[in-house]
């Protein structure tokens, strides 16, 4: 699966306390998609989520370098989903403005019980027809930042 190296992951369980109806409406949203994911279920996942989001993945060479990959969710996890992934984010920040939302909060990852990477994932989301859908997905892949991510 493309996204388990780069760094998006299953289940997303939300611990903060949401604002507000919206914000748990954006947050239920998100938290569909990683449901998907962890089903390892790509029909559950476009439920949640626009036509063919757009997905990015930065990570941090040896070198020092910053890889940016770009690619669309039909080129991944809309072809096939690992089995045996779980993500869990804590402290998520929700900003809404109209029917634009953005969830930011750190993250890890673990694939079969064993941790992959921790990060920072950012998805923009979108209210339309009524509904909150998923428009985009971001992350970092950081195999070093868990200590340092689990102290926010």
Known sequence: MPLIAIGLAAALTITAVPA??????????TQAFFDGLEAADPVAM??????????????????GTVDVRRFGFEDSFG?????????WMWSPVVVRRGALATVTGPFEITREGKTVHCG????????????WKVASVSWTAE??????????
């Open 79 to 87: 072809k096939k989903v690992a089995p045996g992934l779980k993500e």
């Open 20 to 29: 507000d109806a919206e914000d748990k409406a954006v947050l239920a949203t």
């Open 120 to 131: 920072v994932n950012v998805f923009t989301l979108a209210k339309t027809e009524g509904a």
């Open 46 to 63: 476009r439920a949640a989520a626009l036509p063919n989001i757009p997905l990015m993945a930065l990570s941090t060479k040896p070198d």
């Open 143 to 152: 195999p070093d930042a868990c200590p340092e991510l689990r102290k926010r």
